[in-house]
């Protein structure tokens, strides 16, 4: 997509790309799998090794200062729709980097950030999505291991998504009849039956002990539902 130079004609034709900025662990994960995906991503980072190392992996990459703003120009990340920071060790390059971004307007910008006040800083200057990826698996590790949810997707500060086993009170019995949400406060919204795919739950749906189900809610009726016995 970005030819033989990183650096594109236009912004539409940045429309369905990500420049991603920091190829360590984070940043790289994330850009192999958008890759992956079928988005076309820009890979930046000053390491020459990194730089080697996602040599063909990545629509491209290159090696450059990506807080030096006319740099940043040069390689047409001004034109993205969509940017990531993943500087994690190095924290003023990380706030250098997002505030060229900010500066530039782009539309949507992730930040990975390692501790709090980086983070508080990061949506100061007007990131619009921080990622602090230790303490959101720290937070989600704790909820795996006082409850009996098999998977933790926290939505907002006080609403989460689980994937947990049916619990016995609501076994084998028309989902239309258990009326979940008013007795419980959540939503049981899809099954997996075993070997099975995903399916939405209907009113006559029926949960068994070896399914599993997909719950929305507020994180403490969630977790309730989940040790229902």
């Not at 090794?49 to 990340?77: C, M, P, Y």
């Not at 924290?91 to 930040?111: D, E, M, N, T």
């Not at 980086?118 to 949506?123: D, K, S, V």
């Not at 070896?210 to 969630?222: F, M, N, W």
Request: charged share 20%; net charge negative.
């Amino acid at each position: 997509m970005f030819g033989s130079h990183p650096a594109a004609s236009s912004r539409n034709a940045m429309a369905n790309a990500v420049v991603v900025i920091g190829l360590g662990r984070f940043g790289g994960a994330l850009a192999t799998e958008l890759m992956r995906n079928g988005t076309d991503v820009l890979g930046v980072d000053m390491d020459e090794t990194v730089v080697q190392r996602f040599n063909g992996k990545l629509t491209s990459v290159v090696r450059a200062d990506a807080t030096d703003q006319d740099v940043l120009r040069e390689l047409s990340v001004d034109e993205f729709d969509r940017a990531v920071v993943g500087i994690g060790s190095d924290i003023q390059a990380s706030i250098l980097a997002a505030s060229r971004l900010v500066k530039f307007g782009c539309p949507a910008i992730w930040a990975k950030a390692i501790t709090e006040p980086h983070a508080e800083i990061l949506t100061q200057i007007g990131v619009q999505h921080v990622v602090n990826p230790e303490s959101d698996m720290g937070t989600r590790a704790a909820h795996l291991i006082q409850h009996r949810i098999l998977d933790f997707v926290p939505i907002d500060a006080d609403y989460a998504l689980v994937r947990c086993t049916p619990p016995e009170p609501i076994q084998q019995r028309p989902m239309d009849l258990l009326n979940v949400r008013r007795r419980l406060g959540v939503s049981v919204v899809a099954v997996c039956r075993p070997g099975g795919q995903w399916e939405p739950i209907e009113p006559g749906t029926m949960l068994y002990d070896d399914d599993q189900i997909l719950v929305t809610g507020p994180t403490a009726k969630v977790e309730h539902f989940s040790n229902l016995t």
